[in-house]
């Protein structure tokens, strides 16, 4: 996915300064791709000088700081965006995870480590499919593709918890008796 073709789509929405950008994309758009935050506004350059963007500036209403600049998509980017649009797109299907490249792993490591960051990671996909669960009501007032991807967030958030949960659960058949009953008594203090 294109970082050049997402701004360009989320600028259809609404002008945006670098920062919403990133946020937008971070909060929506996590379970497909990520981001870090020195990569939009390199792009935002580019893009306003290949005439696809144009920068204006953000009313503050009493903040404090420099104006912000605030993003616009031109009719040249609009045009740019929906031949995009109307290519094949990539064919293979990207899952880029930092816990699954840790995973993989675990296996040179100690086994109750592991299962102690699988129990973080748990918590933190839970957290993600409450917020997911959520989002999707707001989304509703959205068209059918939005809402499709946000049922696919909360699709793949919920098998990667079932996963953990099962691998967990194997993990945990694993490990002598004493050694768990030692684990419990240290996660209860």
Known sequence: MSLKYSILGLLHYEDMHGYRIKE??????GHMWSINFGQIYPNLKKLEQEGLVSMGEAVQNGQKGPPKKLYSV???GKQEFLTWLEQSPEKSML???????RFVFFGFGDTKIAIGLIDEQIAAYEDQLHHRQQNKKRWQSKDIFVNQVAELGIEMNSM???????????????IPMDTMNE????ASE
């Not at 937008?24 to 758009?29: G, L, Q, R, S, V």
């Not at 899952?95 to 490249?101: A, H, V």
């Not at 918890?161 to 099962?166: A, G, I, V």
């Open 74 to 76: 031109t009719p040249k």
């Open 160 to 174: 990667f918890l079932t996963w953990l949960k099962s691998t967990r659960k194997k993990l945990v058949e694993t």
């Open 24 to 29: 937008h994309i971070e909060k929506n758009f």
């Open 95 to 101: 899952l880029r995870d930092p816990f699954l490249m």
């Open 183 to 186: 684990m419990d008594k240290e």
